[in-house]
């Protein structure tokens, strides 16, 4: 049974003004915990391609997209970047092309306490100043740790949420946590100070970085697996995703219909008994599975100083050393203040959370991607979606893996679903060149395809 679509299109004040029905394709892809796209192709000569061009006023600030549906139940939604005309001999097309609503933490930066653009001084006007997260400044005596979730909250809330300055406030965005609730989620991070009090401190630093490099530094760390010098467990993977959908909830404000755009972390649910991908359940078209060793296993991290007065630490992934041995690798890292000690304990803890996101972005891999189809208790977007933990089956064995990507491609004879899942976090858009990311032209050209106008 052919699914239904419903797209309506969003104005800056989060109403819906016109719905889509004339559309000649649809395609989407949306990420766990990146940056996801659409690509809306139309008539020119449509009411449709009208309203859409009609967004892209003073005013819109980046705001104005679609709301998308599947089956009566929300898919996604996000804003309006690009656009494209096209004459050829079949007519005159319109091509939009859009993010959905992780764009507004693609478009942000985390900056440093006061957390809005200052000259000459990032400081507040009592002269205070911090850029890591958790910090002693402001922790809550007696909980000196805090969640992942809640580290991001912390970051992405003061800079572009509900408690921003005005200057750098999204009004339309809300960015919910709640301490003991099931968004207070990931694994635990510590303030950097005093050792006795906190002995592994890994604070987040937010010095101007891009907040989906911020983000990413927190989900991988939370999807780790640390091990100690003798090669037993420190700290098991909590994989979490963030949740990022347009809602309706008044509760939170009316300023806009009550209607939100909506920022929420969640664990990642397990499936692995229920989910089941395999010829044999007859839920796969085509799949594909791919091993890939490390390309670094085994890293040093060089921290503040210089010459023989440098400051190092390293670390490796136990697992994969004993299988492929050791793949070497150096990175730099110098946004810790210089420890006052001799031994520089202090900066060596701060530098290894660094270390354990260089090794789960280089670990061993396994990837598998697959064409698929809704069977009864295995239905897309109902039974399982993005950030899932599920079971794959192969000749190989079974593999519990992450749902990381789903792309769709919606036109006149059906819609075509495809998964990629991962037991690692998939490269960021897809790209191991963290240069590319902001240009995402490329990935839609080899997303799209041609169809006939009108």
């Not at 359940?281 to 100083?305: D, E, F, K």
């Not at 354990?356 to 598998?368: H, P, V």
């Not at 079974?398 to 998964?419: F, K, L, P, T, W």
Request: glycine content about 8%; hydrophobic content about 30%; overall charge negative.
């Amino acid at each position: 049974m052919k699914p239904e679509y419903r797209i309506r299109i969003r104005n800056a004040n989060l109403q819906f003004v016109w719905e889509v029905t004339d559309y000649i394709d649809f395609q989407y892809t949306l990420r766990m915990n990146a940056l996801g796209k659409w690509v809306l192709t139309l008539p020119y000569n449509s009411e449709s391609t009208r309203q859409l061009l009609g967004l892209l006023v003073a005013g819109n600030r980046g705001v104005g997209g679609i709301y998308v549906e599947r089956n009566g139940q929300y898919l996604f939604s996000g804003p309006l970047l690009d656009h494209e005309y096209s004459f050829d001999q079949n007519g005159e097309i319109m091509t939009f092309i859009g993010a959905d609503e992780m764009d507004f933490v693609a478009r942000s930066l985390a900056l440093a306490h006061p957390r809005y653009f200052q000259s000459p001084f990032m400081r507040d006007s009592a002269g205070n100043h911090t850029d890591y997260t958790p910090n002693d400044r402001q922790q809550r005596p007696g909980e000196p740790s805090r969640s992942s979730s809640e580290c991001f909250w912390d970051i992405f809330e003061k800079n572009k949420g509900q408690r921003a300055h005005q200057t750098r406030r999204i009004p339309q965005l809300y960015v919910k946590f709640t301490q003991g609730s099931p968004n207070d989620v990931g694994s635990e991070r510590y303030p950097s100070g005093d050792l006795s009090t906190f002995p592994n401190p890994n604070p987040i630093v937010t010095r101007g970085d891009p907040m989906m490099d911020i983000l990413e530094q927190i989900v991988n760390y939370s999807e780790s697996t640390v091990y100690n010098s003798d090669g037993t467990v420190w700290k098991p993977p909590h994989p979490i995703i963030l949740t990022s959908k347009q809602s309706y909830e008044p509760n939170l404000g009316t300023s806009y219909g009550g209607w939100w755009i909506v920022f929420e972390f969640k664990a990642c649910p397990n499936k692995t008994s229920s989910i089941i991908f395999s010829k044999e359940q007859r839920n796969v078209l085509r799949i594909r599975r791919t091993r890939t060793a490390p390309t670094a296993n085994m890293i040093q991290i060089a921290g503040s100083g210089e010459g023989p007065n440098r400051v190092f630490a390293h670390s490796g992934d136990e697992p994969t050393r004993t299988i492929y041995g050791d793949r070497e690798a150096f990175v730099e890292f110098t946004g810790f203040k210089r420890s006052e000690t001799s031994d520089h304990r202090q900066e060596i803890e701060e530098l290894k959370p660094q270390l354990y996101d260089e090794l789960r972005k280089n670990t061993a891999q396994t990837t598998i991607e697959a064409d698929v189809v809704s069977i009864d208790g295995m239905e897309y977007h109902r039974d399982w979606f993005l950030g899932d933990r599920v079971k794959v089956r192969t000749p190989l064995g079974d593999d519990d893996v992450i749902i990381r990507e789903v792309s769709g491609a919606i036109d006149s004879n059906g819609e075509n679903i495809q998964v990629r899942l991962g037991t690692t976090p998939a490269p960021l858009y897809g790209l191991d060149d963290k240069k590319k990311i902001a240009d995402h032209r490329g990935w839609i050209q080899n997303m799209t395809k041609r169809t006939g106008g009108l």
